[in-house]
């Protein structure tokens, strides 16, 4: 779908980054409980492949931040990888991705993408799919992420919006599922200037640009927006910043804040 003709912009401002920010271990399906009880009807979340190729939520490629992969499988040992995608899900099926965070969340595991699709299908919730692959594997990681999203939420009337770094993560989903919306996540200006990014997401046929709120401005607000994108910006957590965003007319704030902002704002 061309951006330009892309019908009023389906989903809400107001984004729940990684499920629920920081109240609850990002990623995990009660991390999306607790946005959800805050409010939130839209969440984002990060999506990587086992190696055995599942789909589950992950942000970091390695392990030992958010999960107790070196008690339950023997990560930073010798020989032992802590690369969360060279491990096949039932071994990452087993992890506690809770206690990292505070001990009521306990024994909390890794969701796969399915899981959180029911989910989110089953309260008519919206999703911002962050494809996250491993190095190496970003184009299969595109293509796979982009089929399960197209199987998990057949007739749904509002489909997930799949965004990315990662140019060949975005190449493979336009590839597997072009009818599925995609954005280009853009972090800082120093590999290309910002025609070369609207370029880029043009030729990936996106409807958004994701960027790091510092981006935005009247400038690239209009410049973005003249070119028939949507504009989103994260990780908004200071309510001055969140005026001015809304103020120039973006689109979509993603923020950790689920406590402070309200999605009916």
């Not at 920081?22 to 990623?27: C, I, Q, S, T």
């Not at 399915?114 to 309260?123: M, P």
């Not at 981006?215 to 200071?238: C, E, H, I, M, P």
Request: glycine share 8%; net charge negative.
């Amino acid at each position: 779908m061309n951006p330009r003709t892309l019908p009023a912009w389906p989903y809400p401002r107001w984004i729940a980054h990684r499920g629920a920010g920081k109240l609850a271990p990002e990623n995990t399906l009660a991390s999306f409980r607790t946005g959800a009880g805050h409010g939130y009807r839209m969440f984002e979340c990060d999506v990587k492949l086992s190696a055995d190729g599942v789909p589950f939520l992950m942000h970091d490629a390695e392990l030992q931040r958010t999960t107790n992969a070196a008690e339950r499988l023997g990560v930073g040992q010798p020989g032992v990888s802590d690369i969360a995608g060279s491990h096949g899900w039932h071994a990452l099926s087993q992890l506690d991705a809770g206690s990292w965070h505070s001990r009521i969340f306990a024994a909390e595991p890794l969701p796969t993408f399915e899981a959180i699709a029911r989910f989110c299908v089953r309260n008519s919730f919206f999703l911002n799919v962050e494809i996250k692959p491993t190095p190496g594997t970003e184009y299969r990681t595109g293509e796979v992420v982009a089929q399960h999203a197209a199987r998990h939420f057949n007739g749904v009337a509002i489909p997930p919006l799949l965004t990315s770094f990662d140019i060949p993560a975005l190449e493979g989903a336009l590839a597997s599922q072009p009818e599925l919306p995609r954005g280009l996540l853009i972090d800082a200006l120093e590999e290309l200037p910002w025609s070369a990014w609207l370029s880029k997401a043009q030729t990936l046929q996106c409807q958004a640009i994701v960027c790091n709120h510092t981006l935005w401005n009247a400038d690239t607000v209009l410049q973005a927006k003249a070119a028939g994108f949507r504009t989103l910006s994260y990780t908004v957590n200071d309510t001055q910043e969140a005026a001015r965003l809304i103020s120039l007319g973006t689109d979509g704030v993603i923020t950790d804040r689920v406590d402070l902002f309200s999605p009916a704002a």
